[in-house]
């Protein structure tokens, strides 16, 4: 019980000051510093997801012990909110100095599909970004730069969240389901474009799919596209444009 209420009330490692600090005191492992260890965590994260991920995996891939990485951070907890903000840091951010008349509209397509790359790339931060507070210096440089675009679309102030939420949770869905599949085939030894085939091949077999799956197979060969890859861009830059216009006729309706 204790545990439990200690886990639901746990806040972030970017509170308290417990991110600035490099260690618990004297007596650190030499050869070893936080950027570190989050970077081993990241790799390790990547390699065999949330569910492979553990403190005594990390020290065996840093070759220390367990207890050494505890000197650096208080909990596996805090390292995960650690490594969710090193990832963000992989995201190429508009230049705040920047010409303020640049296209907002070019600037909100090229975040989205940097988020959309970082959610592919990095799997397991979909869950983590649903977890923890995200307010690490990276994670906030992001809300700050899509607001920034957001803003100068011309909506009314209250309908700024509004506009963020409909593009970047749609990236966040289509970002993590996109990751998932890629994970998938990659787990059963195929392609995309193998894993793909074989699972339209398996689903026309339930009489009760075949209906659906074929008005499927009719929907995708409309919108065109030779691979797996060819027709997710294609659906993603349609998405993206409409919600685009979206803003565009929201904005012109005043």
């Not at 963000?88 to 640049?102: I, N, R, S, T, V």
């Not at 389901?177 to 689903?203: L, N, P």
């Amino acid at each position: 019980m204790v545990r439990a209420a200690e886990r639901a009330g746990r806040t972030s490692v970017w509170l308290e000051g417990k991110a600035r600090r490099g260690g618990r005191g004297s007596g650190q492992p030499s050869g070893l510093d936080r950027e570190r260890i989050t970077e081993a965590t990241v790799r390790l994260l990547d390699g065999e997801g949330l569910a492979g991920f553990s403190m005594r995996r990390l020290a065996a891939e840093l070759n220390v012990t367990a207890m050494s990485v505890y000197w650096y951070v208080d909990t596996k907890d805090d390292l995960l909110e650690l490594a969710l903000d090193a990832a963000f840091g992989e995201l190429a951010l508009p230049d705040p100095d920047a010409d303020p008349d640049e296209d907002w509209r070019d600037q909100l397509r090229a975040l989205a599909r940097e988020y959309r790359t970082l959610l592919v790339r990095h799997p397991w931060l979909s869950p983590l970004a649903g977890t923890f507070l995200n307010i690490g210096p990276n994670s906030l440089s992001f809300s700050r730069a899509v607001q920034q675009v957001v803003r100068r679309t011309g909506l009314p102030v209250h309908g700024l969240t509004g506009a963020i939420s409909a593009v970047f949770q749609f990236v966040y869905g289509y970002g993590t389901v996109e990751g998932h599949f890629i994970a998938r085939c990659a787990a059963a030894g195929m392609t995309q474009d193998e894993y793909f085939r074989h699972a339209m091949s398996a689903a026309t077999r339930a009489p009760e799919a075949a209906e659906v799956v074929q008005e499927s197979a009719e929907l995708m060969a409309a919108r065109g596209g030779d691979t797996v890859q060819d027709m997710r861009e294609r659906d993603f830059t349609f998405a993206l444009e409409l919600l685009v216009a979206g803003i565009e006729a929201m904005v012109a309706r005043g």
